[in-house]
């Protein structure tokens, strides 16, 4: 994909198909189901924004929401290093399920796993 970007390589249909699977597994998750809200449908509809846009296709999170601070929206939130591992195991469930592989998956998800630890806000214990 080296002459792409990633969002051109995963494709827009392929994208949205790992977020509705990946969010599937969030509100199943005994981890992370606790501090989603239960009609994940909006929430999925930002995720497809913002990773359309992280994965260098056009800015529609940014058009619609403004600046994404992922960090700082994540606040309000304890993110806890067990959520996080939670999270990337979501992803990698969706991911197999839709059929992500090789370089281009392992690229998205490197990127994806910098960004989980950097949300996390609260210890462990605390969580
Ligand atoms: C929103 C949890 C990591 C992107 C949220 C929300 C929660 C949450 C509870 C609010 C959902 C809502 O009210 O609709 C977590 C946890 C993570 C994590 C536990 C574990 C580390 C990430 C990562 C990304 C991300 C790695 C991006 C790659 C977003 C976006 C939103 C969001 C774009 C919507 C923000 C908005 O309201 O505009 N997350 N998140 N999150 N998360 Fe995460």
Redesign the pocket.
């Known amino acids: 994909f080296h002459s792409m970007t990633p969002f051109d390589a995963i494709g827009g249909e392929k994208l949205e198909q790992l977020v509705d699977t990946f969010y599937s597994h969030v509100s199943r998750h005994p981890d ?1 189901s606790p ?3 239960s009609d ?1 449908t ?2 999925a509809r ?2 497809k924004q ?2 359309t846009q ?1 994965l260098g296709g056009p800015s529609l ?1 940014t058009e619609e ?1 403004g600046h ?1 601070m ?1 960090r700082a ?2 606040m309000p ?1 304890d ?1 806890t290093p067990k ?2 591992a ?3 195991s979501c992803m990698q469930r969706a991911m197999d399920e839709v059929g992500l592989n090789g370089e281009l998956r392992t690229f998205i998800f490197e990127r ?1 796993t910098l ?3 950097h ?2 806000n609260t210890p462990d214990e605390a969580g």
């Open positions: 992370l501090i989603f809200p994940l909006e929430t930002k995720q913002f990773l992280y999170y929401h994404p992922l929206r994540h939130f993110i959520r996080a939670a999270w990337l994806l960004t989980a630890h949300m996390v």
